[in-house]
C-alpha cells in the first residue's frame, strides 16, 4: 500500500477536473499552514492552505500533540479554512486529531472544501463562517505506472469514495446513493447554512472577511458563486479582547468599541500630560536661568565680583545655585587698586607703587589709567 500511494494521488482540492499539476501549483499559492497550542488546558489547532507536503508539518505537530496529552490535555479545538488537498495527508491530519480522549470540536472559515470537509465531520462538532462555503466531491486521482498499478490504483480510488460517501451519510443521515447521486454531477457547493441543515456541520459563527487572495482561491476552486470582497478590519480574538479590556480598567466584555473609545481617551490625556510637563519644565529653565542672571548682575553691581569673573560664575550657579550663592554672599566689595596705592610709602593698609605686583599693576592700568599714571610719576619722584 505504502509503495501504490507514490503512484496514485487521490485528491479534492479545487474543481472536478483539477489535475496533479494545478495542485501542486494552488499549493505554492497557498501553502498548508498547521499550528499546534494550549491555553487553559485545551489544544488549539490551526489548518489553513492546500492539504499538501503535510510531511513538512508531521514531526513538528506531531510532537507537540504528544506533549499536550503528556500534560493530560484532553479537549482540542480545530481551526480549518482551505480547498482541500491530498485525502492521505488529509487522513494522516485526521488521525492526529482523533488522537485526543476528549471533545473535539472545530470552527471553519470562508472555504471548508473537499478533504477538509472530512475531517470536519470526523470531529464532534464544527461551525463555519455564515458566509463560508462547504464544498464536497468524488475524489479524484492521478495513475501512474502499468497496468496491474492502474487497477490497484483503481481499485483504491473506489474504495476511498466509498469510504468518504459512507462517512458524510453517518454524519448527516442523508442516504448513501443520495450522496452519490449528488457528486457524480460534480462539486456540491453549499452555503453555510445549507451545510447545517443538512447535516454536515453543526453551527454558523459570524461573518468572516473576504480578502482578494480568499476570492481568487473560491475562483480557482471552481466555485459557482464566488464571495464579495470585505473590508473588514481584523477583529480582536475574544480572549484579547477581555485581557486588553482589563488592562484599560474596564469590566471583561466590554465592546470593542469602548475599548477602542477608552484607549483614544487615554492616549489623548497622556498626549496632554506630556504637553503640560514640557511646557512645566520650559518655564522651570526660564526661571532657573533669569534667577542666574539676576544673582551674578547683582554681584556685579554690588562689585563683588568684575565682568570677568562673571562667565565662570555663572556657570557655576546654573548647576549649583545654592553653593554659588554661598560663595558671592561671603564676598567683600571689590576696591581699585589705586585706591590702596601710596607713590612711595608701603604701610599696613597701604602699598607703595614700587612694591606692586605686575598683576596689580596691569590691573591698575584697567580700572583707574589715571591714577595709574600718576602713581608711577610720583614714585619717579621720590627715587630723585
Not at 494522516?92 to 482523533?98: D, F, K, S, T, Y
Amino acid at each position: 500500500m505504502k509503495g501504490l500511494c507514490k503512484s496514485i494521488l487521490i485528491m479534492g482540492s479545487g474543481g472536478t477536473g483539477l489535475t496533479a499539476a494545478a495542485l501542486t501549483a494552488l499549493a505554492q499559492e497557498y501553502p498548508l499552514v498547521i499550528t499546534a497550542e494550549a491555553k487553559d488546558h485545551k489544544a488549539y489547532l490551526r489548518i489553513t492552505g492546500v492539504i499538501y507536503e503535510w510531511n513538512n508539518s508531521a514531526e513538528e505537530i506531531t510532537r507537540k500533540i504528544d506533549d499536550f496529552l503528556a500534560q493530560g490535555i484532553q479537549d482540542v479545538d480545530v481551526y480549518m479554512s482551505g480547498p482541500g488537498g491530498d485525502v492521505f495527508q488529509a487522513a494522516e491530519i485526521e488521525n492526529q486529531i482523533q488522537r485526543f480522549p476528549g471533545a473535539k470540536t472545530g470552527t471553519a472559515g470562508a472555504l471548508l472544501a473537499s478533504a477538509y470537509t472530512k475531517i470536519a465531520i470526523s470531529l464532534d462538532s464544527c461551525d463555519q463562517a455564515e458566509n463560508g462555503q462547504f464544498m464536497y466531491h468524488k475524489p479524484s486521482a492521478r495513475l501512474v505506472g502499468n497496468e496491474d498499478t492502474i487497477a490497484s490504483g483503481l481499485q483504491l480510488l473506489k474504495n476511498m469514495s466509498i469510504q468518504y460517501k459512507e462517512a458524510y451519510a453517518a454524519k448527516t443521515g442523508i442516504p448513501v446513493k443520495d450522496i452519490e447521486a449528488n457528486w457524480v454531477k460534480g462539486d456540491v457547493w453549499l452555503s453555510a447554512k445549507e451545510a447545517v441543515a443538512q447535516g454536515f456541520i453543526t453551527g454558523i459563527t459570524k461573518n468572516t472577511a473576504i480578502t482578494k487572495q480568499t476570492k481568487a482561491l473560491f475562483q480557482a476552486c471552481g466555485a459557482p458563486t464566488l464571495p464579495k470582497i470585505t473590508n473588514h478590519k481584523p477583529i480582536l480574538k475574544t480572549m484579547d479582547q477581555k485581557i486588553l479590556a482589563l488592562s484599560l480598567g474596564l469590566p471583561e466584555d466590554s465592546s470593542e468599541a469602548t475599548i477602542k473609545a477608552t484607549i483614544q481617551a487615554n492616549k489623548k490625556a497622556a498626549e496632554e500630560v506630556a504637553g503640560l510637563k514640557a511646557e512645566k519644565v520650559a518655564t522651570e529653565t526660564a526661571a532657573a536661568a533669569t534667577k542666574v542672571e539676576t544673582l551674578i548682575n547683582g554681584a556685579i553691581t554690588a562689585k563683588k565680583i568684575n565682568a570677568d569673573q562673571a562667565a565662570h560664575l555663572k556657570t557655576w550657579a546654573t548647576s549649583n545655585y545654592s553653593a554659588c550663592e554661598t560663595y558671592i554672599s561671603g564676598l567683600q566689595p571689590l576696591t581699585k587698586v589705586s585706591a590702596s596705592i601710596v607713590p612711595g610709602v608701603s604701610g599696613a593698609s597701604t602699598k607703595a607703587f614700587a612694591d606692586m605686583s605686575d598683576e596689580e599693576k596691569q590691573s591698575m592700568v584697567t580700572e583707574d589709567p589715571e591714577a595709574f599714571k600718576a602713581a608711577y610719576i610720583a614714585s619717579l619722584e621720590v627715587k630723585k
